[in-house]
Every structure is written in C-alpha cells, then in structure tokens.
C-alpha cells in the first residue's frame, strides 16, 4: 500500500481517547481503502520474424523492429481513513490525544462527513498512477543474450498527494508534499 506509496497514509495518534469505552474508538485503520484497482498488462508487439507484421525482414531489420515487449501497470485507490485530533489536552483530564468534537457536517471537494469525527471518519487523497515499461533482448547466440529495459514510472506525470495535517490547528487539512514525479529509467543486462 501506501503504505504502497509510502506517505499517502496518516496513522495519528496511536492511543485509546477512553479506555472505557471502545466502541468511541470504532473505525477504519488508518491504512484502510474504500476501493483499490490493480491492473497489469504485458503485450508483445506484432513486429518482426514470426509476427503478423514484418515476418519476412531480414536479421538486421528484425533485430531493430521484433522482439519489443511492451507492459503497464494501472493503480488507483481511494484515499486512506483518517482521524482529525487535537494538539495537547484541551480537556484537561491528561489524555495523550483527544479527538475533534465537530458539532455539524464537514464538506470538502466531493466529500460531506456527518458530524462527530469518529475515528478514521474522513479520507486522505487517493491515488491514480501508470507505469510503463518497454523491453527487448537481443541474441548472441544459444546462451547469451543482451537485455534493454527501459521503465516509466508514473508516466502520466500525475500529481500523488501526501497526507494532509490531521491536528486542529492553523495548518489541519493542509498537503505540504507530494511525490512521484514522472521516473525514466533505462537499464542494460547481459546474460551469458
């Protein structure tokens, strides 16, 4: 999760609110999705000896345009659970953590939450995320052969959102990160 993306989830504060009264601690864990799809896909492209297209090409022609493998991986889930708290003990009774009492609904974009931020009440920012990668040995012979690999990490260059600030204050709500900028890679591996 992300956990698979590493700062997209918001664990709060660890602590019971009461100890005598768990079903005030009821809800969602913090790493808990609504919705998640994965999906992978791997195609090898119809180019080249033996292919629909270019099957009779001669071998220098078929080492450039056959061969090519081509995959994906589509990710995208809906934004982890997350509780709001106070900073400190504004009830005075030496509590670690204390949540919000939020006496009407919450609204932000395409969300309303009733009243109450139980814990894990409200959501963080989902995901939507395509990797790509082209692929392509080249043969030297029976054993040995030459690998090129070239991958495209969130290809679509999409914004991934880092938890917001889940503590009353001046900054609750607030991303101050992201991640996952477009990642090209290019690799090279021989096999013998």
């Not at 896909?41 to 080492?63: E, H, I, M």
């Not at 919450?106 to 009440?121: D, L, N, Q």
């Not at 959102?161 to 709500?173: E, I, S």
Request: glycine share 14%; charged share 15%.
């Amino acid at each position: 999760g992300t956990w698979g993306n590493g700062t997209q989830a918001s664990p709060g504060m660890p602590y019971w609110q009461n100890v005598y009264d768990g079903n005030s601690e009821k809800g969602p864990c913090f790493y808990d999705e609504a919705h998640n799809l994965t999906s992978y896909v791997l195609y090898q492209l119809p180019f080249g000896r033996g292919k629909k297209f270019g099957s009779n090409l001669n071998k220098v022609a078929n080492a450039v345009v056959g061969g090519w493998e081509v995959d994906g991986i589509l990710t995208m889930h809906t934004g982890f659970a997350m509780t709001v708290n106070n900073w400190g003990d504004p009830s005075g009774t030496g509590a670690w953590v204390t949540r919000t009492n939020c006496p009407s609904s919450i609204s932000y974009p395409k969300t309303t939450v009733s009243s109450g931020c139980s814990s894990g009440k409200l959501r963080g920012p989902g995901l939507k995320k395509f990797d790509m990668g082209i692929k392509k040995d080249f043969s030297f012979g029976e054993s040995r052969k030459l690998e090129f690999r070239s991958e495209f990490l969130n290809l679509t260059n999409t914004k991934i959102l880092g938890a917001p600030t889940v503590f009353t204050g001046g900054t609750l709500g607030q991303i101050s990160h992201s991640q996952g900028e477009r990642n090209i890679q290019l690799a090279l591996k021989f096999f013998f």
